[in-house]
């Protein structure tokens, strides 16, 4: 049998984690998350997560700092954290984006740490 389950979730409403993403609907093998205005800030220390990642940037930049390269992202730029690499963000203006984990990263405290 397939699964036939439909869900669909608001931002408006959406949960909140601690770094200050919105969890948006989640599957059992991917999830997505929200970044929305988001202020320019100095970088976090680099995280490894055990999930992959990838996002989109709606507006604004930052600077992706992914095991020992920089990449710079700015509107209608997409990219992809794999799991386990050394990371970190710098928000340069006002940034918002959305992100598609697998598997999902609110699940079993995968973002926590």
């Known amino acids: 049998m ?13 949960p909140h984690g601690e770094m200050g993403q919105k969890y948006l609907v ?5 999830s997505m998350r929200l970044w ?5 800030n100095e970088g976090k220390e680099a995280a490894t997560r055990d999930y992959e ?4 940037v709606i507006s604004g930049r930052a600077e992706l700092h992914l095991e020992g390269q920089m990449i710079l992202l700015e509107s209608g730029d997409s990219w992809l954290v794999p799991k386990g690499a050394s990371h970190s963000y710098k928000i340069l203006e006002s ?7 697998s598997p999902p990263a609110e699940v079993h405290g995968r973002d926590n740490g």
């Open 53 to 56: 990642t990838v996002g989109y």
């Open 2 to 14: 397939n699964d036939t389950t439909v869900k669909k979730v608001s931002a408006e409403v959406s």
């Open 26 to 30: 989640s599957g059992k093998t991917v």
């Open 95 to 101: 940034f918002t984006a959305v992100e598609a984990t």
């Open 36 to 40: 929305e205005n988001q202020e320019p």
